[in-house]
């Protein structure tokens, strides 16, 4: 028997809508003979191989001059749902079956389809596929490691798990460093990049939860403010006073003229 297939590609936001003209049921003119059915009430799928005779309840051969075969169309819808992802399309196989090629999503990995009938697996789909069906990508969220440095001080520390688009805490600072105050991580060694768990002020707020956007391994670097100490100046029984300084650690210091 002749088959024929065609394939409309309708993408539209993840989804692709496939409308399959497949020849794929035989019907016939007659149903009985003499008192005697001669073919089967219901549609004979396409593909398969059926002696006639078998379809006389007498076991006669052949068909009578009256009743004819005839092919008829059906349209069927296969709607390919990626679910968030893009790429999940209809190819054809080398002996004309079909497969849906795997859909990809940025932050997940693609596991399979879910379809929503079992005679159509998405590895390969018969040409003499017939019946609507839906398939449904499934994802599993990537993890990703963040690493802590400790950009001069000391200590160390171990790295976080994170999961794609799921909240995320960055881990409370164990580092220290002589002389400095910490102030919250940065992507950037020098502070210039992307700062995390500042407020609005600009003051690290331990704890901050943030849903982690990134599909990759980060390093975050510990933040340090230099701490200002205060010198003061004692005459040491002489007369007269004199204001403080402020010295800043680390930084140049020049005593005030006596």
């Known amino acids: 028997m002749n088959k024929k297939l065609l394939f409309l ?54 068909l009578p001059s009256n009743c004819v ?25 080398s002996d004309g079956s079909m ?47 963040v690493n802590y440095n400790s950009n001069g001080g000391n200590g160390s520390m171990s790295a976080s798990t994170a999961t794609y688009n799921q909240p ?16 919250g991580w940065n992507e950037s060694a020098n502070g210039s990049g992307v700062a995390w768990a500042l407020d609005s002020s600009g003051v690290y707020e331990s704890g901050k939860s943030w849903t982690w956007n990134y599909a990759k391994d980060i390093t975050l670097y510990a933040q340090w403010n230099a701490n200002t100490y205060t010198v003061n100046y004692n005459s ?5 006073t004199m204001s403080s300084d402020i010295a800043t650690y680390g930084q140049g210091y020049v005593t005030k003229a006596n």
């Open 168 to 183: 995320f805490k960055t881990r409370q600072n164990s580092f220290s460093r002589t002389g400095y105050t910490f102030n």
């Open 99 to 145: 497969y849906i090629s795997n859909p990809s999503r940025i932050g997940y990995t693609f596991t399979s389809w879910n379809t929503s009938n079992n005679n159509a697996p998405a590895s390969k789909i018969p040409a003499s596929f017939a019946g609507n069906v839906t398939y449904t990508a499934n994802w599993v969220a990537n993890t990703y490691s």
């Open 236 to 240: 040491n029984g002489g007369s007269g």
């Open 9 to 62: 590609m309708l993408l539209s936001l993840g989804f692709s809508s496939v409308l399959a003209e497949n020849y794929t049921h035989y019907e016939w003119s007659c149903i009985t003979y003499s008192g005697n059915t001669v073919a089967p009430s219901h549609a004979i799928r396409n593909g398969t191989n059926y002696n006639v005779s078998y379809y006389y309840s007498n076991g006669g051969n052949g």
């Open 69 to 93: 075969g005839k092919q008829t169309k059906q349209n069927y819808t296969v709607t390919i749902d990626n679910n968030g992802g893009s790429g999940g399309a209809l190819k054809y196989n």
